[in-house]
């Protein structure tokens, strides 16, 4: 039964990632979506993984590993974000 509840919550979060990507008009607005779906893929594979008594290690790692790509793809938007505003104020100067 927790499964399903933790396999809903990651299906939400996935649902509001999607819903804040479609609505958001700013860069960084549509950073944080992705970062929110992410979050419930994530949340996905570690309920599949926790189904059977001994935790598959396979999708543990995974997760570890996308976690560890999803905070570098976000310092490379962050950047590529205060890069371009930079650029758009020094072009209205």
């Given at each position: 039964?927790?499964?399903?509840?933790?396999?809903l919550c990651a299906l939400g979060l996935v649902m509001?990632?999607?819903?804040?990507?479609?609505?958001?008009?700013h860069g960084l607005q549509q950073l944080l979506a992705?970062?929110?779906?992410?979050?419930?893929?994530?949340?996905?594979?570690?309920?599949?993984?926790?189904?059977?008594?001994?935790?598959?290690?396979?999708?543990?790692?995974?997760?570890?590993?996308?976690?560890?790509?999803?905070?570098?793809?976000?310092?490379?938007?962050?950047?590529?974000?205060?890069?371009?505003?930079?650029?758009?104020?020094?072009?209205?100067?």
């Amino acid at each position: 039964m927790s499964g399903l509840i933790y396999s809903l919550c990651a299906l939400g979060l996935v649902m509001i990632g999607l819903y804040g990507l479609a609505r958001a008009h700013h860069g960084l607005q549509q950073l944080l979506a992705i970062n929110v779906m992410s979050a419930g893929v994530f949340m996905l594979l570690l309920t599949m993984a926790a189904r059977h008594p001994p935790a598959d290690a396979v999708p543990q790692a995974l997760v570890l590993t996308g976690i560890v790509v999803a905070i570098s793809a976000l310092a490379l938007g962050l950047a590529l974000l205060r890069r371009l505003a930079a650029e758009e104020a020094e072009s209205h100067d």
